[in-house]
């Protein structure tokens, strides 16, 4: 198979879902990162400009409002919808820089949180009125805590909009376990962190009709890294609902268009099978944070006699500590952590060498 070539730039429409379906038949997946801030996403882009391939970069709720700045205002989620809005002009303008493709994209939004993407959309629609484009490819709404029926319907109500501006819509069924960014499923009940393949022939019977929609399935997978042997893991699932979906409804293989989310602390085998089943984008954090975190706490515990005062060192009570200090040598040992982690995984999604950018 012939690698897909991709011009730089935000993947929207038609071309977001050429490049899934070719992620389906080339059996890769790609990272999707959660970002807070420009240091973040240019870690993130470096990474993609490493590994010649296209990046998902994706704020949350949260990681927009950070973006923002946490003291602003967030009553009526303002400082989030701001803050996303500003972090999807940063990365479009250096997306172009980078000479990079990126899927630009909104995290786990719950029903209560819906007037967030709600703004965001406003500002891509007006985005789309000036350029032609949206400001986003995709968001994301997580309504798995709803009854089925009504996720779908406030899903199919979001599509309509969405695909009017040449939009994606991640939705969610069944639920991840685990714990992020205030998304506490730590104590749901078993069964449903299982998906069942009725539910996602439900899904794709209420959005195929609509615009492009892509599935997060729960098969064990969980939001954050435990010790193994909690839940287990059981990419079958996503197999068995392709499966379901075909026969039901004469389609081509792997109709359906998954999502993994909590892929920090999986086995690269685990990876490998889920992605065979069709899953194209990988949803990573907690161990870029840890690839983040880890170099600056190296740096501090190795250079500590530098940074007690702004002068005065063991090379003498009066050294200068000004270039020990300066953020732009340590926050950048962070942003290289953070690249190198997503660079592996790349590979373990299966996607170097896949793209010609
Ligand atoms: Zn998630």
């Not at 923002?68 to 303002?78: E, F, M, R, T, W």
């Not at 506490?184 to 929609?213: C, I, M, R, W």
Request: overall charge negative; proline content about 5%; glycine content about 8%.
């Amino acid at each position: 198979m012939n690698a897909l070539k991709l011009p730089p730039g935000i993947v929207t429409g038609n071309a977001l879902r050429d490049l899934y379906a070719y992620c389906k038949s080339a059996q890769c997946a790609l990272p999707a990162v959660n970002v807070i801030g420009s240091h973040t996403a240019n870690a993130a882009l470096a990474a993609a400009k490493q590994a010649k391939s296209p990046i998902i970069i994706q704020y949350s709720h949260g990681g927009a409002q950070f973006n923002a700045g946490k003291s602003l205002d967030n009553a009526q989620h303002q400082a989030s919808i701001a803050g996303a809005i500003a972090g999807a002009h940063h990365v479009r303008t250096l997306a172009l820089a980078y000479g990079v493709p990126v899927i630009l994209h909104t995290d786990h939004c719950a029903k209560k949180l819906l007037p967030w993407v709600d703004g965001v959309i406003a500002a891509g629609e007006a985005h789309f009125k000036q350029t032609g484009a949206p400001l986003f490819s995709s968001h994301m709404l997580d309504l798995s805590e709803e009854p089925l029926a009504q996720n779908l319907e406030i899903s199919k109500q979001y599509l309509t909009r969405m695909a009017k501006i040449d939009m994606t819509l991640e939705i969610e069924l069944g639920v991840t376990g685990g714990e992020e960014d205030g998304v506490d499923n730590a104590g749901v009940d078993n069964s449903k962190l299982y998906t069942q393949p009725e539910d996602v022939l439900a899904a794709y019977d209420a959005l195929h009709p609509v615009g492009s929609f892509i599935v997060a399935a729960s098969f064990g997978n969980t939001h954050g890294v435990y010790a193994p042997g909690n839940v287990k893991l059981t990419p079958k699932i996503l197999a068995n609902s392709q499966t379901r979906v075909k026969a039901d409804r004469k389609t081509d293989d792997k109709p359906v268009t998954f999502v993994f989310h909590g892929g920090s602390g999986s086995s690269p085998d685990e990876i490998r099978e889920a992605v065979s089943y069709g899953v194209v984008k990988m949803n990573i954090d907690t161990d870029t944070q840890w690839a983040f975190l880890h170099p600056i706490k190296t740096y501090m515990d190795e250079k500590s006699d530098y940074l007690k005062s702004q002068l005065g060192n063991p090379e003498g009570p009066e050294k200068p500590n000004k270039k020990h200090i300066d953020p732009r040598g340590w926050m950048y040992l962070g942003e290289k952590g953070m690249t190198a982690r997503l660079v592996q995984a790349f590979q373990d999604l299966g996607a170097t060498g896949k793209f010609e950018i």
